[in-house]
């Protein structure tokens, strides 16, 4: 069956434009989750769903950066007004549900953002 | 929020054996994974611990100790497309469904 699919894989914008990523989960996976993955760092959680409710959006740098999710299913995160420090790769995981003692969370390839 | 740490860089020679370590600090602690990632790749799910103990799975095992707060991650017989990164991540109960990262350690396997 057919994984997390990310899209664009690679976006190269200048400083102050605005983006988007778009994510399509799992089919049947209702928990969806953003991270950021700087070079030399860990993964960092941006933003989580369920269904199309964020009940933590506690990651999210700055109010430039927003998502929604839509139908359940795909899911876009917008960052406005880009900086450099916005470079990195984001991905996107999703999961068959919250609250399971082990939440085997699958992930997308990426989308690599660089910010000129 | 959650202190994990592991090595940055290992090196191991095919057919060896290598432990990566991790350790973390945090409080509710509810589970804590292994996931492998390639060079430009997606991570992908290797292991989980929520118990004290060693969990086998063919080449690779992954144990964990609650009360010292430590987990590690054996290869063993190791191969060339064992070069990778290993993420450890920690959840919480509070938190359960978001996985806080290591920076993770990159082992070069080689002939």
């Known amino acids: 069956g057919a994984g997390v699919s990310q899209s664009p894989s690679n976006k190269v914008t200048e400083k102050g434009k605005d983006v988007e990523l778009r994510c399509d989960p799992i089919s049947g996976h209702t928990a969806l989750y953003w991270y950021r993955q700087s070079l030399g760092q860990g993964l960092e959680f941006l933003i989580y769903?369920?269904?199309?409710?964020?009940?933590?959006k506690s990651g999210l740098p700055s109010d430039r950066f927003s998502a929604e999710r839509t139908g359940g299913s795909v899911s876009t995160l917008t960052i406005q007004r880009t900086q450099q420090e916005d470079s990195a790769v984001y991905l996107c995981?999703?999961?068959?549900?919250?609250?399971?003692?082990?939440?085997?969370?699958?992930f997308g390839p990426g989308t690599r953002l660089t910010v000129l | 929020g959650q202190n994990i740490d592991q090595p940055t860089e290992m090196t191991a020679t095919e057919g060896a054996i290598v432990q990566i370590n991790c350790t973390y600090q945090?409080?509710?602690?509810?589970?804590l994974f292994w996931y492998q990632q390639h060079a430009g790749e997606a991570p992908t799910f290797l292991s989980y611990n929520v118990l004290d103990g060693l969990e086998e799975k063919g080449r690779f095992s992954s144990f964990l100790s609650r009360s010292k707060g430590y987990s590690y991650l054996l290869l063993k017989e190791l191969q060339m497309k064992d070069s990778a990164s290993y993420l450890c991540a920690v959840t919480t109960r509070s938190n359960d469904y978001k996985l806080s990262f290591g920076a993770g350690t990159t082992v070069t396997v080689r002939a």
């Open positions: 945090t409080s509710g602690f509810n589970g």
């Open positions: 995981a999703s999961s068959l549900t919250r609250g399971a003692l082990r939440n085997e969370q699958f």
């Open positions: 769903f369920q269904g199309n409710s964020a009940p933590d």
